[in-house]
């Protein structure tokens, strides 16, 4: 009675998968040819649910059975065109798991239905079985996946775009990425961080259950270079930060760049398109995304209204202190973030010239004595948009910002807005709640 209800998809959830779940092939395809024109970019095939009572259904690992005992029983029969996985659990029983991909790998040659099948439990956990002669065009292509056990699975002549490559490591704590471009990307959730282009950088699980960079991004894309002039429309600079005794120091790269809009997003930003980039993943690493409006509410509690509906203010979001009317520096830092102060470049219009904001704690603005000689105003981008101006002359985004003032001397945060030709911090969150 409530599936449609369940199954309903929002335009900025994907990639989006849902999984079959039964024990009757002819059935669970029926359903998939049902319901493939709700928007989704996987089916995934539950054949690794080892408990007993769904095993005694003849459903989860049973349905391996199935599948193998059948020629009629096979993905095949789906007719669908997205991207179809199959999840089975090794640890039940280990030689499932080649035949079921060998199935998958007969299907995949024959069929234009794109297949990959993927271990989620048992010692061969996060292990990808990747197809052969099949083809996604679209998007960033990516050339090979190493699981935590260094075992490469490599593409070979095929192309994979980066959702493909999100569904299948997923379910893996450590997994290893090559993008055609060769940039390279590994994640080590267990042991707090990721790699990225070369570059470690720190993650934190924060008390919304979902895994956040602890430090901002310092990623060049192909094709841009790091300015150290905001008055330059380069997308990308330096940011005006500081050393450990609060000089100000240009050009300090390790501490993270600050972006605009159109770089960080991976695509030029309009006035026709300015409101589709909600949840992009822009130059974040696969399986990472830009995070939105909604993201850092469930953070901060406050935020400036939207384009169509009021100022919030919601006192149950996890950092949320009462006098701070949002959350604070301090309490951030306390709970793993290691705020990092790169200030903003501004420009208010088109046709302004960039500059950065000079404003300092303890000079221009009063704060807690550790904060003293850091920038008072720094802004954390979202990929979420207000609207233009009237004049059509800016875009404006939401962004987290800092706000020093003799009431709030630790540093009030708070969502605000930004012009998309700001250069702001980039922090990015992971796709996948554990």
């Not at 998968?17 to 493939?36: H, K, N, T």
């Not at 960033?140 to 569904?167: C, L, M, P």
């Not at 701070?324 to 306390?334: L, P």
Request: hydrophobic residues 35%; aromatic residues 12%.
């Amino acid at each position: 009675r409530n599936t449609e209800k369940l199954i309903r998809t929002e335009p900025f959830e994907h990639p989006i998968a849902l999984q079959l779940f039964g024990s009757d092939p002819d059935i669970v395809a029926e359903a998939a040819a049902m319901i493939e024109s709700d928007s989704f970019d996987f089916f995934d095939l539950n054949m690794g649910c080892p408990v007993p009572k769904v095993v005694n259904n003849g459903e989860g690992n049973v349905y391996v059975g199935g599948l193998v005992g059948s020629a009629g029983a096979q993905p095949g029969t789906f007719g669908v065109s997205c991207v179809v996985s199959c999840s089975v659990y090794s640890k039940v029983d280990r030689k499932f798991t080649g035949i079921v991909c060998g199935r998958l790998n007969d299907v995949g040659q024959t069929d234009p239905t794109k297949y990959v099948a993927h271990v989620i439990g048992g010692k061969q956990k996060g292990k990808a079985v990747m197809l052969k002669d099949c083809s996604v065009t679209a998007g960033e292509t990516v050339t090979k996946i190493t699981n935590a056990n260094k075992d490469e699975f490599s593409f070979g002549s095929q192309t994979w775009d980066k959702a493909v490559a999100n569904e299948v490591y997923r379910n893996s704590k450590t997994v290893s990425i090559e993008m055609s471009d060769g940039v390279q990307f590994s994640e080590h959730l267990d042991a707090g961080f990721f790699m990225y282009d070369n570059k470690e950088y720190k993650v934190v699980k924060l008390a919304d259950d979902r895994w956040w960079m602890a430090a901002p991004l310092a990623y060049v894309p192909a094709g841009k270079t790091v300015s150290s002039d905001p008055a330059e429309d380069a997308g990308i600079w330096f940011s005006e930060a500081f050393d450990d005794e609060g000089k100000p120091v240009a050009s300090i790269s390790d501490k993270g760049y600050l972006y605009d809009c159109s770089t960080a997003f991976g695509e030029t930003v309009t006035y026709a398109n300015y409101d589709s980039f909600e949840g992009v993943q822009g130059i974040c690493p696969p399986g990472w995304y830009i995070p939105t409006r909604a993201d850092y509410l469930k953070l901060v509690g406050n935020s400036n209204k939207s384009a169509d509906g009021p100022a919030v203010d919601d006192d149950t979001a996890v950092y949320y202190v009462k006098s701070y009317k949002g959350s604070n520096v301090v309490t951030f830092n306390k709970a793993g973030w290691n705020f990092s102060f790169l200030g903003v470049r501004t420009k208010s219009n088109d046709s302004a010239t960039g500059e950065y904001n000079k404003n300092r704690c303890g000079t221009n603005n009063i704060c807690n004595a550790q904060f003293t000689g850091m920038p008072a105003m720094n802004c954390i981008m979202t990929s979420t948009a207000y609207q233009p101006n009237a004049a059509k002359t800016n875009i404006q985004f939401f962004d987290l910002m800092t706000t020093f003032t003799d009431a709030y001397p630790e540093g009030r945060l708070l969502l605000s807005y930004a012009g998309y030709k700001y250069g702001m911090e980039v922090r990015c969150i992971r796709k996948d709640i554990d």
